[in-house]
């Protein structure tokens, strides 16, 4: 009954901070919580705390899984666009090279700080890593 009784109150928990609301909040680089106060100061270093809410944001792990989230996206998209270019219209090679560079340059400039912000409100929404405290 202990272990009904645990499930029952981590679906609970689970069901208090919605997942699907709090990514988008992380993707606009606003705090999962509130989504007033800012996420990220400079280009990706997460606040401390949330200057509007006050939720803490010290203990965050998103470590290198912006960066691999990144590399993945950018890769599907750019990969058969490569390919496609490449046997479509056969430009230069130095076209393409300079083309597609640009192309991976800009798109993985625009997502990381947004895939950061996706990350870390995952966490804050799933209650990993120190966000687990009632709040």
């Given amino acids: ?45 997460v606040n401390d705390q949330c200057a509007s809410c006050g939720e803490d944001f010290s203990h965050h792990r998103a470590d290198d899984g912006p960066a691999y989230l990144t590399i993945l996206v950018v890769g599907h998209v750019m990969a058969p666009l490569m390919h496609y270019t490449a046997f479509e219209w056969r430009p230069s090679p130095w076209v393409m090279a300079t083309v597609f560079s640009v192309g991976c340059l800009t798109a993985s400039l625009y997502l990381l ?7 870390v409100a995952y966490q804050w929404a799933r209650r990993m890593h120190g966000f687990d405290k009632a709040s």
């Fill in 113 to 119: 700080p947004r895939l950061k912000g996706v990350v």
């Fill in 1 to 45: 009954m202990t272990q009904t009784q645990s499930l029952a109150q981590q679906q609970a928990l689970a069901d208090d901070r919605p997942t699907k609301p709090a990514l988008w909040k992380g993707w606009r680089r606003r705090c999962p919580k509130c989504g007033e106060g800012k996420l990220l100061h400079s280009y990706l270093k």
